[in-house]
């Protein structure tokens, strides 16, 4: 694939600067189409892009809530993409191809906490953050969704939430959005964050315990969780 930056083709209803991508809410429960699948690990960029399509804006939503910032959540996402593309070969499942991807951005998004050289927030502004336009998050959202599922995606990148999760240190603000979020258990948070599951259990009570002294993100926190 000479560009796999092309999954991310903007156009002017995006502004120029947003991808504009599939509706899919649901992008766990996409069957993997092994046709495009192989095509892609050919080197058909076309494929790849249709392989990743449906679930490119939930990953950007998800390099949004780890960084805060749309700039950043872009160059987290192209940096996913072209490790997703060189990696394609090392996908095998049982997991279904969300968590792969799901794990590609996770790292990405800590990859450039780590460039950036940011350092937790504890008070005071945080002068990198930036809102998640409505109008992109509407393309996570069918006809046949849950109301209160899309009060909850919402809520999920509420400015007041994003905020708090600028203070938790990166490794417990992603094994609490991997949580509490994205609904991944402890195994597999784990999994993904190369530490132990009494690792993780131990980084989201911490990182539920910072949010419990910030309201209202201590409520979205807390609804997350029912």
């Not at 258990?185 to 999994?191: S, Y």
Request: hydrophobic letters at 45%; charged letters at 20%.
């Amino acid at each position: 694939m000479s560009d796999p930056g092309r999954a991310l083709n903007s156009s002017a209803s995006s502004g120029g600067r947003y991808p504009e991508l599939m509706s899919a809410p649901q992008a766990e429960d996409i069957p993997l189409a092994a046709d495009l699948l192989a095509a892609a690990r050919a080197g058909d960029g076309e494929a790849f892009s249709a392989l990743v399509g449906p679930y490119l804006r939930a990953l950007h939503v998800h390099a949004y809530r780890m960084l805060g910032s749309i700039d950043d959540a872009d160059e987290a996402l192209q940096d996913a993409l072209l490790s997703a593309w060189h990696a394609l070969d090392s996908y095998r499942g049982p997991a279904p191809l969300a968590h792969w991807l799901y794990r590609i951005t996770t790292n990405s998004s800590l990859k450039v906490i780590r460039a950036k050289a940011r350092r937790p927030v504890p008070a005071g502004e945080i002068g990198y953050l930036q809102p998640y336009p409505d109008r992109l998050l509407d393309q996570l959202t069918d006809d046949g969704a849950d109301p209160a599922a899309i009060a909850e995606r919402r809520e999920s990148v509420a400015l007041a939430f994003i905020t708090a999760l600028q203070r938790l240190p990166a490794r417990q603000r992603a094994a609490l959005i991997l949580r509490d979020v994205l609904a991944w258990n402890a195994a597999e948070t784990a999994a993904l964050l190369d530490i132990s599951v009494p690792a993780v259990n131990s980084a989201v009570q911490r990182a539920r315990a910072a949010l419990s002294g910030t309201r209202p993100a201590a409520t979205v926190a807390a609804r997350m969780r029912l």
